[in-house]
């Protein structure tokens, strides 16, 4: 397993134009989760899966994103009409969370993040 | 509101010396807190996890100190190289929670 992997690494696109981002997370870990990064600023939390249910969307999600997460595998991300303040570094991160006992040997509860899309909206 | 404040101003320190990072927080009851490094246009890399019942925890040059009195935890690399310059950010989980929110970080620059 190579980590978390995000695709593509950077997204240029006009205002008004949908775009979608993909995540790859690490195969046993059974939480993954949203973030965008603005420069100088920590990530901030936007929604995360445990398995393949969404259990939380911030309010900072409009009803312009949508995340989704078939099968508990992979993620995707889509912003429709995207807008100029959407421009940030979109971060996906996965962890092993215990559920029982045999997981929490392995779980150290640390996030492992993907390098992020950097998406500029122009 | 709940707040996790992170010195915004860069520490500059030399080789060798220890360097130390701070996070204050309020209006928070955190389960577990947890530091991170980021070096630019890379995602967080997660280096230790601390909880609310421990006082301290270390790895290697790393030490991290957590004080649910005063609401704040140290963050020490000793030895420090020019290697360690980046930016660490300070992460809590409330209890009961899920997700993990993060401050602002703070940018460390080791002179060799």
């Known amino acids: 397993d190579t980590g978390v992997s995000q695709d593509p690494r950077h997204k240029i696109t006009k205002r008004g134009q949908n775009v979608t981002f993909r995540c790859d997370p690490i195969s046993e870990h059974n939480r993954l989760y949203w973030y965008r990064q603005t420069l100088g600023q920590g990530p901030e939390f936007l929604t995360y899966f445990q398995n393949e249910a969404q259990l939380e969307k911030s309010r900072l999600l409009s009803d312009r994103f949508s995340a989704e997460r078939p099968k508990g595998s992979f993620s995707t991300l889509e912003i429709q009409r995207t807008e100029q303040g959407d421009s940030a570094m979109y971060l996906c991160?996965?962890?092993?969370?215990?559920?029982?006992?045999?997981?929490?040997?392995?779980?150290?509860?640390?996030?492992?993040f993907g390098s992020g899309t950097r998406l500029t909206v122009v | 509101s709940q707040k996790i404040e992170q010195n915004s101003e860069a520490l500059n320190i030399q080789e060798g010396k220890t360097a130390t990072l701070t996070c204050n927080y309020t209006n928070y009851s955190p389960a577990y807190l947890q530091w991170y490094r980021q070096d630019p246009g890379r995602g967080p890399v997660f280096l230790l996890l601390?909880?609310?019942?421990?006082k301290e925890k270390r790895k290697e040059r790393l030490k991290v100190t957590f004080d649910t009195t005063l609401k704040q935890s140290l963050f020490h690399i000793t030895a420090s190289q020019p290697a360690d310059s980046a930016t660490y950010l300070c992460?809590?989980?409330?209890?009961?929670?899920?997700?993990?929110?993060f401050g602002a970080g703070t940018r460390l620059f080791v002179k060799a």
């Open positions: 991160a996965s962890s092993l969370f215990p559920l029982t006992g045999a997981v929490t040997v392995r779980a150290n509860y640390g996030y492992t």
């Open positions: 992460a809590l989980v409330r209890t009961g929670g899920f997700k993990t929110i």
């Open positions: 601390i909880r609310e019942n421990e």
